[in-house]
């Protein structure tokens, strides 16, 4: 007998549908805390430059909005016992928006509060997150610093930014709604360092080395740049991966070719002068002119960049 196929669903299949259709276009304009903490510097960089473009299922967006739902919970179970919550910037209104001194990098704190019962005085940051039960019990077993590096650094970059001493790491286990609670010193050293790595990632105008030369390596396998990386694949084209645009102060950029200032939407669409930043590019340079340079790939064919001849 032949094996029937799986039931169809329509529904839930165009609910994903609408999660990835609604998605943006994958790119984040700044370099995120939430992202500081990662062990792969070339990583950070791909990300930073665009490299790869993030596209996620819609069963993976919902999961991201789910996360993000949770945070209006986290805030009314705190005010329910008497701490006062701020999830949004009275001057400003919306998301608590944190930037370093040259703009490119930061992120949005969840809130701020004090009140809380070991602490009554004192503002912490707050960060609250969801857990599997694998995750959660890994946490509960090690700590935020050991089982959660990134959600360590990143807490430690908005304390360093917002000023604050204190951050309040509140979590849920998924499958159980039990929650976890860590309050977490702000180590001033640490705080530095993150900011001087952020600084130095997005300022370098080649990508930093790789964390592991070897394609099979665990941090290499899951990494989503991994076919530029590893592969010889192209990265997306774009001014942020065109050897002309760099970041200047501001949060801004600039594109030395036409001398211009570069918006969102410009970085996004490039220009025919494009021109790939050469280490993004699996091939020995050969020769270049102002705009166009040759590569042998691999495979020892010659690949031209740029205007055509």
């Not at 739902?69 to 006062?84: P, S």
């Not at 490119?104 to 809380?116: C, E, R």
């Not at 159980?176 to 180590?187: A, C, F, K, M, V």
């Not at 410009?266 to 050969?286: K, M, R, S, T, W």
């Amino acid at each position: 007998m032949a094996v029937l196929p799986p039931p169809s669903s329509p529904t839930v299949t165009a609910i994903y549908a609408a999660y990835e259709a609604a998605a943006d276009a994958g790119y984040r304009a700044h370099l995120g805390a939430s992202l500081i903490g990662a062990e792969c510097e070339r990583a950070i960089w791909y990300t930073f430059r665009w490299a790869t473009r993030a596209r996620h299922t819609g069963r993976l967006l919902r999961l991201f909005e789910t996360g993000h739902l949770a945070e209006a919970r986290f805030v009314a179970d705190l005010r329910r016992i008497g701490v006062t919550v701020l999830d949004v910037d009275p001057a400003t209104g919306r998301q608590w928006n944190l930037r370093d001194a040259g703009g490119h990098f930061g992120g949005s704190m969840d809130a701020v509060a004090k009140g809380f019962p070991e602490a009554p005085a004192t503002w912490h940051v707050c960060e609250f997150k969801t857990h599997s039960a694998k995750s959660f019990a890994k946490l509960k077993a090690e700590g935020v610093a050991a089982s959660k590096p990134l959600h360590w650094s990143q807490m430690q970059a908005y304390m360093q930014l917002a000023g604050l001493d204190r951050a309040f790491y509140l979590a849920v286990c998924k499958d159980t709604d039990e929650l976890y609670q860590e309050r977490i010193r702000h180590d001033a050293e640490a705080g530095l360092r993150i900011l001087a790595r952020a600084a130095r990632i997005i300022g370098a105008a080649r990508p930093p080395a790789r964390i592991s030369q070897d394609p099979t390596w665990w941090q290499c396998r899951f990494c989503d740049h991994h076919a530029v990386c590893h592969d010889g694949a192209a990265p997306e084209r774009h001014c942020r991966s065109c050897l002309h645009a760099s970041p200047v102060p501001g949060g801004d950029w600039h594109c030395a070719r036409h001398n211009a200032p570069l918006d969102r939407r410009n970085q996004e669409a490039g220009c025919a002068a494009h021109l790939y930043i050469p280490d993004l590019i699996d091939g020995e340079q050969l020769d270049a002119g102002e705009d166009w340079v040759s590569y042998r790939l691999p495979d020892n064919s010659v690949w031209r960049d740029g205007v055509a001849a």
